[in-house]
């Protein structure tokens, strides 16, 4: 009876420290000991269990149908003995009949051990997936652990994420300490808890520290329309400000250029264009071809391409190193564009 009562009080302190329900223990428990009858009466179907929520002592029930002659005497007992111990019930009725068998008390106490273990074990997953799962789509702060292969191994807390090699920017390296930004991409369960992926070459990345940074990306005063990235080397964002006394270019820089500055450091040194995003392509492909000066601009909408004319000495720039600019230009605005300089594009016959 005493080890019966540590029992529930452990289970008390265990609900208290580990918020895990004492009910939702016991139940277990008693579904694991019926499992226990089965090897012991040979079926379970008909078996109950019981575990006083107050003292923790176990009984065992049969359910049986009272029958004026036994067939079965694991599901039927005999109206004579039904009328000594259950003068009220009557032929046909369902009694519960105490049949806790000895050395039960032993038996219950190793059941209860393994019980508990496995389900603090079951929910404390569940507390730590839930928690990372609410996170997913989201930038946690990492501790970099260690390399694993060519993934690395990120502290979140109180779990591990893995930053697989296709998730890394190339010319980043860590050490050990390091504290990074990561968005999370996935939260899986498993039999060893979550198992968390992170990128730090996702465009959304990029999105959720500006929301993080920028007071009023975070307050939807200033939207942020679309963002191409190359991860390491440039992002290109276009912003939106739904008021009209809001320059949204000018929340995100930040002054002084603070703002845009704590998102830079944070990539290690990406840059990143902010242009002012518009509904007409025609502004939004020269806007998004920035640093590089535009003379103009021929859009075809139903073929979402464009063709763009720049200055002669503009046409490096327009382009960009290796065809960045272009390309992340053409990413962010879903336009196909065409660069040509102003002697190409006579040459070519377009309109000057």
């Not at 208290?16 to 089965?38: G, H, P, Q, T, W």
């Not at 997953?125 to 260690?146: A, P």
């Not at 968005?183 to 959304?204: A, N």
């Not at 998102?263 to 998004?288: F, H, Q, Y």
Request: negative net charge; hydrophobic residues 35%.
């Amino acid at each position: 009876m005493n080890s019966n009562k540590e029992l529930i009080d452990a289970l008390n302190q265990i609900e208290r420290e580990k918020d895990i329900s004492k009910e939702i223990l016991l139940e277990a428990m008693e579904n694991s000991l019926v499992a226990a009858c089965k090897n012991h009466f040979g079926k379970a179907d008909n078996i109950r269990v019981n575990i006083d929520r107050e003292t923790g002592a176990v009984s065992v029930y049969a359910e049986r149908e009272i029958v004026e002659t036994v067939v079965d005497p694991v599901m039927q007992i005999s109206a004579v003995e039904a009328k000594l111990k259950y003068p009220k019930n009557n032929i046909g009725d369902i009694v519960n009949v105490e049949v806790t068998p000895k050395n039960f008390g032993r038996i219950a106490a190793q059941k209860a051990k393994q019980v508990v273990v496995q389900k603090i074990r079951e929910e404390e997953r569940k507390v730590l997936f839930n928690q990372y799962y609410n996170k997913e789509k989201d930038v946690v702060t990492g501790i970099v652990q260690r390399y694993v292969g060519n993934n690395v191994s990120i502290n979140l807390g109180k779990v591990d994420a893995i930053l697989t090699e296709n998730e890394q920017v190339k010319t980043e390296h860590f050490k050990p300490t390091d504290r990074i930004k990561l968005y999370v991409l996935e939260v899986k369960d498993t039999t060893k808890g979550p198992r968390i992926t992170v990128s730090r070459t996702h465009p959304e990345l990029v999105k959720r520290l500006f929301e993080a940074e920028v007071t009023e990306v975070k307050d939807g005063t200033v939207e942020i329309k679309s963002i191409s990235r190359e991860a390491g080397s440039r992002t290109k964002m276009t912003v939106y400000s739904n008021n009209p006394d809001v320059d949204p270019v000018g929340a995100c820089v930040g002054m002084n250029g603070a703002r845009v500055n704590a998102i830079v450091n944070e990539l290690r040194g990406e840059k990143i264009d902010i242009i002012t995003w518009s509904d007409d392509p025609a502004v939004l492909i020269e806007n998004a071809l920035s640093p590089a000066k535009v003379v103009s601009v021929y859009v075809e909408e139903g073929e979402k391409s464009a063709r763009v004319i720049v200055p002669d000495y503009q046409l490096s720039l327009a382009i960009g190193k290796e065809g960045q600019n272009a390309r992340l230009a053409a990413r962010l605005t879903g336009y196909k564009i065409d660069i040509k300089s102003e002697s190409q594009a006579e040459g070519y016959g377009w309109e000057g």
